[in-house]
T-cell receptor, first 115, second 116 residues
Framework: AQTVTQSQPEMSVQEAETVTLSCTYD???????LFWYKQPPSRQMILVIR??????QNATENRFSVNFQKAAKSFSLKISDSQLGDAAMYFCAYRSPYNNNDMRFGAGTRLTVKP | KAGVTQTPRYLIKTRGQQVTLSCSPI?????VSWYQQTPGQGLQFLFE???????NKGNFPGRFSGRQFSNSRSEMNVSTLELGDSALYLCASSLVATGGAGYGYTFGSGTRLTVV
């Protein structure tokens, strides 16, 4: 079974600085999808960025980018120019394209942004 | 375009009672998944429905059940509530189920269930 590990329960960053959140996963599949979700205090999970495993190019969405290392099974999220609104829980998630393709989530990293 | 709507937002129930939570997916989304979120266990998959059929089920007891209607709206039911069922229940919709895993989910704001 696929598992997702986020080893940093909490992180903090100064406003306007850059922070990297770590995520590793375990799978025997060669094709899959990876996601980062943000959950602010409003509770709604918001998709931040997605990566397709068969694409070597790292995904980028404005200030958010990933460092996808398929061989190492690592999928870190980099937030540049951090803003106060980035403060939230961040979840890394894995989804298989095959049967039983429910999304597996890591335990989450709570990000604090200091003004 | 309306998002995923979950009702109610908050619910307080007594042990032994049953509860029904509702989720209306984004228009056109036919897949609805349910997750339980707790501080100790994180996000755990409950089940997924696609075109009124349960496609996948997580490792939860039979007290947890769900269904999906022809308009893709979904309900989940928990019978004989236990204190440990207190959690945030999140519903997520996606455009397709099998074959469309890359689309990811759009989540609702959840229902906070407290069992006393």
């Amino acid at each position: 079974a696929q598992t997702v590990t986020q080893s940093q329960p909490e992180m903090s960053v100064q406003e306007a600085e850059t922070v990297t959140l770590s995520c590793t996963y375990d799978t025997s599949e060669s094709d899959y999808y990876l996601f980062w979700y943000k959950q602010p205090p409003s509770r709604q999970m918001i998709l931040v960025i997605r990566q397709e495993a068969y694409k070597q190019q790292n995904a980028t969405e404005n200030r958010f980018s990933v460092n996808f290392q398929k061989a190492a099974k690592s999928f870190s999220l980099k937030i540049s120019d951090s803003q106060l609104g980035d403060a939230a829980m961040y979840f890394c998630a894995y989804r298989s394209p095959y049967n039983n393709n429910d999304m597996r989530f890591g335990a989450g990293t709570r990000l604090t942004v200091k003004p | 375009k309306a998002g995923v709507t979950q009702t109610p937002r908050y619910l307080i129930k007594t042990r032994g009672q049953q509860v029904t939570l509702s989720c209306s997916p984004i228009s056109g989304h036919r897949s609805v998944s349910w997750y339980q979120q707790t501080p100790g266990q994180g996000l755990q998959f409950l089940f997924e429905y696609f075109s009124e059929t349960q496609r996948n089920k997580g490792n939860f007891p039979g007290r947890f059940s769900g269904r999906q209607f022809s308009n893709s709206r979904s309900e989940m039911n928990v019978s004989t509530l236990e204190l440990g069922d207190s959690a945030l229940y999140l519903c997520a919709s996606s455009l397709v189920a099998t074959g469309g895993a890359g689309y990811g989910y759009t989540f609702g704001s959840g229902t906070r269930l407290t069992v006393v």
